[in-house]
T-cell receptor
Framework: KAGVTQTPRYLIKTRGQQVTLSCSPI?????VSWYQQTPGQGLQFLFE???????NKGNFPGRFSGRQFSNSRSEMNVSTLELGDSALYLC????????????FGSGTRLTVV | AQSVTQPDIHITVSEGASLELRCNYS??????LFWYVQSPGQGLQLLLK??????LVQGIKGFEAEFKRSQSSFNLRKPSVHWSDAAEYFC????????????FGPGTRLSVLP
């Protein structure tokens, strides 16, 4: 079966711009989580969506937002980009609870210049 | 402070040698415990997980991990390392009553010598 698909794989943006990243979960998975990975801070939780509702949120500024559609696909948006937003953004999906295990996508590499 | 620690930033082993990667957590109750592996430029692949029951857990690629409640540890082991095991390894926990998100350790980079 198809895995978690993240698009685009690579992105270069300028400071002050906004960006939208997309994540298509595994078929049947209703929970989608987003993580930011940087060399300095490691892997940090952004937010989790389940059935179109944000179920949990990490400690990131309001510039980071997300949503989930009725087909479970999710997008995350970052507005007013800063250099420090350069990171690998990983999406993960699960059927429901964490007990089922999360499957991660290959990520979107965002570079802010 | 509540956290997940992986004391070894970088480990180098020879191919065929045994491996143990350490993970400790500091949460009051026993969380759900996971090990993930990440190859360069890739996402995270689940190696194994522990929720309850037998404290020795078998995973994919010949890996196993042992949960020790008294030490708040969940160390990953492999009896014989292959060159393809070179990657970054992350321990992750989902603390009780913490929602559905992972708290990741900083990772251990494994290099394998031929």
């Amino acid at each position: 079966k198809a895995g978690v698909t993240q698009t685009p794989r690579y992105l270069i943006k300028t400071r002050g711009q906004q960006v939208t990243l997309s994540c298509s979960p595994i078929s049947g998975h209703r929970s989608v989580s987003w993580y930011q990975q940087t060399p300095g801070q490691g892997l940090q939780f952004l937010f989790e969506y389940f059935s179109e509702t944000q179920r949990n949120k990490g400690n990131f500024p309001g510039r980071f937002s997300g949503r989930q559609f009725s087909n479970s696909r999710s997008e995350m948006n970052v507005s007013t980009l800063e250099l420090g937003d350069s990171a690998l953004y990983l999406c993960a999906s699960s059927r429901d609870r964490v007990g089922y295990g999360y499957t991660f996508g290959s990520g979107t590499r965002l570079t802010v210049v | 402070a509540q956290s997940v620690t992986q004391p070894d930033i970088h480990i180098t082993v020879s191919e065929g040698a045994s491996l143990e990667l350490r993970c400790n957590y500091s949460y009051g109750a026993t969380p759900y415990l996971f090990w993930y592996v990440q190859s360069p430029g890739q996402g995270l692949q689940l190696l194994l997980k522990y929720f309850s029951g037998d404290t020795l857990v078998q995973g994919i690629k010949g890996f196993e991990a042992e949960f020790k409640r008294s030490q708040s540890s969940f160390n990953l082991r492999k009896p014989s390392v292959h060159w393809s095991d070179a990657a970054e390894y992350f321990c992750a926990v989902v603390p009780e009553n913490y929602g559905q998100n992972f708290v990741f350790g900083p990772g251990t980079r494994l290099s394998v010598l031929p």
